[in-house]
């Protein structure tokens, strides 16, 4: 992991030629028109709160005045002596903004949030944890979900989960299954929340609470959501489903590469944190407090860049002699992952500077972490910001959250089980562009996104929804067509991470014992890479050519017949709150 021994940050650092690093899938709005000024008044809010609070006598930092808005709402102090000057936003007059003339879109936006006393000044207001209540509890086809973590409670059993956004699952599945309608809720969440390691490390057991407090909340004990879907005579099989996200590529340590450290005497470690300086510069080293003059960093600072610089170029120098050419034909590619995504491809068509060995030692998988806070129900409403499923984010008194409930007024022609339906455009879009990523129905995104249009501000250009067979093939979200591939790639791609990688947490962990077996703490294998050292390099192609998206099956299985969380000086009643 990263994150052991912080203090010594530069022997810590994992090499990009060693060890594969976690992606992240995520989702942001991008905002324009009335929403937007509300945005900025929670923001002001929470900075004059904080001023008033922390920086009343610094006068490094002003009170910020919101044109339209009572002072006693944004929290602005006028002390007899204040410190600081009041600073007027936006410093253009609300009048000269076209929101303020005619509606921008066709998406009706309600800013909602999670924020109290300690964050804001406010009394504790939830919004978000009500918000999700009342889209799910007026579901009548299908609940998406996707978010970082999945923590909540089916009632007052589950202490000390509070939020019962649980609840709501259950009763919309429940009445669902009463009235004989094929219902749905696909929860996408990652494999492993927080961040990856050896989850049979003491340091991991926060961890282990985290998604043990998970398990709970899905299919674990009888006031779980499966255990009262099922307390009500219903099958939870056919209604709540849960997968995470995995990928593969293939790290570049080519013989070439190899040959590179050894002519400059420089590792590729030390030229990627050369790199890191050479761009980060001074925030890296931290920025100045108060009392902290220029001088006390310049010197050591500068020496540190002119170091990293002088190392990278001399990595860089070498490059010809050890034959690592990155112009000519046949260079090794830069990713194989793409084969995973349109148009597909073999993994041994890919070229590589090496032989099939030294390839398949490259080989790695990783989770691919989901750090999105998104939910659409019905292909109508949709549901986007910070806030996590769990209490940290949905009860209002503990972290400080913002998002945004959509529901577009432009209804577009689409299908809902087989029968015509009228989708929201916002909605049904940004479910399909989603659900052909995780099939691997969209081409690979490139690696520089300068030019796509979905990575620019919403008032420079729409975004592109490339409306194509694939687009119009995931139409239908409750198609048997469509769930077919969603559960035959998730299970074909599961089976191969297990296959070639012992890919944990899986669901023939039930026990530390069996821990052990499936993947053997002392047995040489750097974590994440092929696990049989032994298996032809073409049949480890061949099964990489197999995995289609980066849907896999959530493990409900794992750890089931072992204490996750052992309950201790890490776990108990005082740090509870920090874990759910």
């Given amino acids: 992991m990263d994150f052991q021994s912080v203090q010594d940050w530069k022997s810590n650092e994992l090499s990009k030629a060693d060890y594969g690093r976690m992606p992240w899938h995520d989702v942001a709005m991008g905002v324009i028109g009335e929403c937007v000024y509300d945005i900025a008044e929670h923001f002001v809010l929470r900075w004059n709160f904080v001023k008033r609070d922390k920086y009343k006598r610094d006068e490094r930092f002003d009170w910020l005045m919101l044109e339209g808005r009572d002072e006693d709402i944004i929290s602005i102090q006028r002390p007899k002596f204040p410190v600081g000057d009041y600073i007027k936003h936006p410093f253009t007059p609300l009048s000269t903004r076209a929101w303020t003339k005619e509606a921008q879109g066709t998406v009706h936006a309600q800013i909602i949030r999670s924020s109290a006393d300690w964050s804001s000044g406010i009394l504790p207001e939830y919004s978000i944890q009500n918000a999700y ?175 990293a610089i002088d190392q990278k170029r001399k990595f860089e120098a070498s490059a010809d002699d050890a034959g690592h050419h990155e112009d000519k034909p046949g260079h090794t590619a830069d990713s194989v992952a793409r084969t995973a995504m349109l148009p597909g491809g073999k993994v041994s068509d890919q070229p590589f500077d090496g032989t099939m060995d030294e390839e398949k030692g490259n080989f790695v998988q990783e989770e691919l972490y ?64 989603l659900w052909r990523e995780h099939l691997g129905l969209l081409p690979a995104q490139d690696l520089d996104a300068e030019h796509d249009p979905n990575a620019q501000p919403p008032s420079d250009c ?25 559960t035959g790639n998730a299970t074909v791609n599961t089976d191969i991470y297990r296959q070639l990688f012992r890919a944990d947490p899986d669901d023939h962990i039930t026990t530390f014992e069996e821990y052990e077996k499936f993947l053997p703490k002392e047995s040489g294998i750097k974590q994440g890479h092929i696990h049989d050292p032994y298996m032809p390099p073409q049949e480890v192609q061949a099964k990489l050519s197999q995995i289609k998206g980066h849907l896999v099956w959530m493990p409900l299985h794992f750890l089931e017949n072992a204490p996750m969380a052992e309950r201790g000086l890490q776990v108990n009643e005082y740090t509870e709150s920090v874990y759910t």
């Avoid at 067979?469 to 409750?478: A, G, I, L, S, W």
């Fill in 133 to 307: 209540k009342e889209i799910i509890s007026r579901a009548q086809h299908f609940v998406y979900i996707e978010n970082q973590f999945f923590i909540t409670a089916t009632g007052e059993e589950q202490k000390p989960i509070q939020n019962t956004i649980g609840q709501a699952i259950v009763e919309a599945c429940v009445r669902a299954g009463r009235e004989g309608r094929k219902f749905r809720v696909i929860i996408v969440i990652p494999a492993i929340p927080g961040f990856a390691g050896d989850l049979r490390a003491d340091a991991a057991i926060g961890t282990r609470a985290i998604m043990d407090y998970q398990y709970k909340s899905i299919h674990r004990g009888e006031h779980s959501i499966c255990g009262q879907i099922e307390k009500a005579g219903l099958d939870p099989k056919q209604y709540v489903f849960v997968f995470n996200l995995r990928i593969y590529d293939r790290l570049n340590k080519t013989p070439a590469l190899v040959r590179q450290e050894e002519n400059s005497g420089i590792k590729y470690q030390d030229m990627q944190r050369a790199a890191a300086e050479e761009i980060m510069g001074s925030a890296m080293h931290g920025s100045l407090d108060q009392d902290e003059s220029d001088d006390d960093r310049d010197n050591a600072g500068d020496e540190a860049r002119e170091h």
């Fill in 370 to 433: 989901i750090h999105a806070k998104l939910c659409i129900v019905d292909d109508r409403i949709v549901i986007c910001g910070s806030s996590n499923l769990n209490d940290r984010s949905q009860l209002g008194f503990h972290d400080s959250e913002l998002s945004i409930v959509m529901e577009d007024r432009e209804l577009v022609d689409s299908t809902m089980d087989g029968q015509p339906f009228k989708a929201g455009h916002h909605a049904t879009t940004l479910r399909r562009f």
């Fill in 462 to 486: 729409l975004n592109d929804s490339r409306e194509d067979e694939q687009f119009r093939f995931v139409e239908d979200p409750m198609s048997d067509r469509v769930w077919d591939m969603w």
